[in-house]
């Protein structure tokens, strides 16, 4: 991760949500390449929502894919969500049911 890498939730169509890190441009970008990007299958209620996944991160019982290297998103990116330092620490831990 460069400096410059913050970490996100992207939410992409068809219901696609993913964690991963990227600069700001590329957080503005249609079609933004992440590093170290995981894929949420299923998240917990304990989650409290999508956007919960951003704040608390993936709760116990979420399901969450391994990271590839990088990925550049090419279906309509519908939203990003900055992640607190609590939520990264829940996505790295890569939860699966």
Known sequence: MSKDE?????????RLVFFGYMTDDEAGSDSPTVSRIRQCIYWSSGTKGALGLASLG???GSRVSPA??????????????????????AWEAEPWG
């Open 6 to 14: 913050k970490a996100y939730v992207i939410f992409a169509e068809p």
């Open 58 to 60: 993936p709760a116990p």
């Open 68 to 89: 590839v290297l990088s990925h550049r998103i090419r279906t309509r990116v519908e939203g990003v969500a900055l992640c607190s330092p609590e939520a990264v620490a």
